[in-house]
């Protein structure tokens, strides 16, 4: 079965600071891959996705950017984080039945 | 473009309540539908899923039935228990022009919190 790792868990960035978060997954070949946040009292948003190395397709103008440079890793990034970013990050991938499976998230706290 | 619409919170029940949470939505084609459910601290895990017109989806006491004349897909379930605190979202994919199956339109979620 498909497990998704991310990490980290819970991070606290101060504004103007950059940014990485990871996200691996298990269990899956040439997943399509997803980054959707959650800000805070509010529902999810795709911020990004990807149907292969290398390929990415941004849904929203943001200050932040993908990358997935192998098969199984997809990575979220920003230069200079703003207040704004805060949020429940969320990695997923199609399950072997067809829905989208989450990882467990990434808590972003923007200071 | 697609929408989804849900239930404002919070909902608030006694153990053994009845729920429903409404959610409606607009998409052109036939889309698939969804609610998925998020414990406290934990990503989203998919609850039940429908995928055409008059469809039943269910999981664990929770139903929803795809209801295309109304653009429905309201949550049901008899009987609550604490263990149901959570978060609810309710989701549709794809619709007409090829939409990617993976990019879910989300609803902004429903906060249950049943008291023992």
């Known amino acids: 079965s498909q497990t998704i790792h991310q990490w980290p868990a819970t991070l606290v960035q101060p504004v103007g600071s950059p940014l990485s978060l990871e996200c691996t997954v298990e269990?899956?070949?040439?997943?399509?891959l997803y980054w959707y946040r959650q800000a805070a009292g509010r529902g999810l948003q795709l911020l990004f996705y990807?149907?292969?190395?290398?390929?990415i397709s941004s849904e929203v103008p943001q200050n932040l950017s993908a990358s997935r440079p192998q098969d199984r890793q997809f990575i979220l990034s920003s230069k200079k984080l703003l207040l704004s970013d805060s949020g429940f990050y969320l990695c997923?991938?199609?399950?072997?039945?067809?829905?989208?499976?989450f990882g467990e998230g990434s808590r972003l706290t923007v200071l | 473009g697609n929408s989804v619409t849900q239930m404002e919170g919070p909902v608030t029940l006694s153990e053994e309540a009845f729920l429903t949470i409404n959610c409606t939505y607009t998409?052109?084609?036939?889309?698939?539908l969804f609610w998925y459910v998020q414990y406290p601290g934990e990503g989203l895990q998919l609850l039940l899923k429908?995928?055409?017109?008059?469809d039943k989806g269910s999981n664990k006491g929770f139903e929803a039935t795809y209801r295309k004349e109304t653009t429905s897909f309201h949550l049901e379930k008899g009987s609550v228990q604490v263990s149901d605190s959570a978060v609810y979202f309710c989701?549709?994919?794809?619709?007409?022009?090829?939409?990617?199956?993976?990019?879910?339109?989300f609803g902004q979620g429903t906060i249950l919190t049943v008291h023992p």
């Open positions: 997923a991938c199609h399950s072997i039945t067809g829905e989208l499976f």
């Open positions: 990807s149907v292969g190395i290398g390929q």
């Open positions: 269990g899956t070949s040439n997943p399509n």
């Open positions: 429908a995928t055409k017109a008059d």
């Open positions: 998409a052109t084609g036939y889309p698939s």
């Open positions: 989701a549709l994919s794809g619709g007409a022009g090829g939409t990617s199956y993976g990019k879910l339109t």
